[in-house]
């Protein structure tokens, strides 16, 4: 095992430049590369003209997997359905008691229509529905992220969604059963093994063998990331995410074994994932530094957590709990942990977060897999107008008007009066009309 040294950056909200050291900590330049963007614009031109046949090309050029259609490239049911069987006994019972958690919460999101009649017979409301398709991407290869697929899949089950499309790569064949297993599970329609823009392209423009969809969610590298941002508008995307954050507030109750570890476990992401531990006493930040340098080379991939923590992390003191709260609500993080001895006052305070994982005994990696609270989040500071994905992101809302006779000779002169004023005379005329006696 190889020998490694970390020093975090130091950082205390007396110094007079903490701010915009602390701002330019969390700025993430999420700028596109502009080879990715010409070799994406080349792929999604491509199928969405040529459709199945640009997918199989370019999955056998990415891939190096040769199929003469896409026939070729779904995968059965009865394949999903033996990859779950073939599981561990262990590795089955966990991941059908994560899938069993998940949905027991996110059927409590589902939202109901409603309507309610004003006195004079008009009826107003909401109408819900769910989205009739979505695409759901997948990682693949090596990559195991069965956790994904669960909290991707079962809320757009939840909520109703008619048919729920897979895509995952399989680089040379290479399935993962896990993945498999889990789309079992969470009643995943169809299952295509591509991936890339190729596949973002095929779910959003369809192909001959895979229809359009209303939505695609999921997680993928800059190329899946650009092709989503592309296609937005001709169908709806969960959203673009950032490297994985966790903001950590403790104080001198805490175990500081249990924060390192914390820290590692979104720095072991990858090397742009950002760590931060906000705490107003300077004896434990000390151990927690003790802590990561002891249990740091124990880690497997300690070269990325290296990486991570020196580039983006930080241990902060603050003055005090209060303190700690203001600046968790400037930082905004995915995820954020109250490892404190009484967090329900800092509960209270916290506007900003995608998930607040409160007390010592809350870990984060809790809520990845198996907690229940859906896992994909709000990043980059953009917990501050965002939520966690849920049941609503694949449900619709329409509004439901019904006038009476009685509710047009009410409205009518309203609206009249404002289109008048706004130039807009056929608007002002629709409305009187029907106001007249016929």
């Known amino acids: 095992m190889s020998p490694v040294s970390l020093v975090m950056r130091r950082l205390n909200t007396r110094d007079p430049e903490f701010l915009s050291t602390l701002d330019a900590l969390l700025h993430f330049d999420n700028g596109t590369d502009e080879a990715i963007e010409r070799t994406v614009a080349e792929i999604l031109a491509g199928v969405r003209t ?40 262990a590795q089955r019972a966990a991941l059908e008691a994560a899938a069993a958690r998940v949905r027991a919460y996110h059927e409590r999101q589902r939202m109901e229509s409603w309507s309610f009649i004003e006195d004079d017979g008009t009826r107003l ?78 779910l959003a423009y369809g192909t001959q063998t895979i229809s359009q969809v209303d939505k695609i969610v999921g997680p993928g590298n800059a190329y899946v990331a650009s092709a989503k941002r592309r296609v937005f508008g001709v169908v709806g995307i969960d959203m673009v995410a950032g490297p994985s954050e966790v903001l950590v507030i403790a104080d001198a109750s805490a175990n500081p074994d249990w924060v390192a570890m914390d820290l590692f476990a979104q720095a072991e992401h990858d090397e742009l994932a950002q760590s931060i531990l906000l705490c107003p006493d300077a004896g434990f930040i000390e151990r927690v530094a003790a802590s990561i340098e002891r249990l740091l080379p124990t880690m497997p991939r300690r070269e990325v957590i ?22 968790a609500n400037r930082i905004a993080p995915e995820h954020l ?20 994982f409160i007390g010592h005994y809350a870990s984060e990696s ?47 002169p309203i609206a009249a009066t404002l289109a008048h004023g706004e130039g807009l005379t056929a608007h002002a005329r629709a409305a009187e009309m029907r106001c007249e006696k016929i």
């Open 50 to 89: 040529l459709g199945d046949a640009a997918v199989l090309e370019y999955t056998r050029r990415f891939d190096y997997l040769d199929a003469a259609s896409m026939v070729q490239l779904e995968l059965p049911p009865h394949e999903l359905q033996a990859a779950l069987d073939g599981l561990p006994a």
């Open 125 to 202: 409301g909401q109408k819900i529905t769910a989205l009739d398709r979505v695409g759901l991407y997948v990682p693949g290869g090596k990559a195991a992220y069965p956790s994904s697929v669960l909290m991707n899949a079962l809320p757009a089950k939840v909520a109703g969604v008619q048919e729920l499309i897979m895509v995952v790569p399989t680089p040379r064949g290479e399935k993962n059963a896990l993945v498999l297993a889990a789309a079992c599970l969470a009643g995943v329609d169809r299952v295509f093994t591509i991936g890339g823009a190729q596949a973002v392209a095929a």
């Open 306 to 327: 290296t990486a991570s923590l020196t580039g983006r992390g930080a241990l902060i003191q603050v003055s005090d709990l209060d303190e700690a709260c203001v600046i």
């Open 337 to 356: 942990e109250l490892a404190v001895a009484d967090p329900t006052p800092l509960e209270a305070k916290i506007r900003h977060a995608g998930a607040i």
């Open 366 to 412: 809790l809520g990845d897999y198996c907690a229940g609270p859906n896992h994909v989040l709000p990043t980059s500071r953009s917990a501050r107008f965002s939520s966690p994905l849920g049941v609503y992101d694949f449900q619709k809302r329409t509004s439901l008007i019904e006038v009476s006779a009685a509710g047009a000779r009410t409205l009518g």
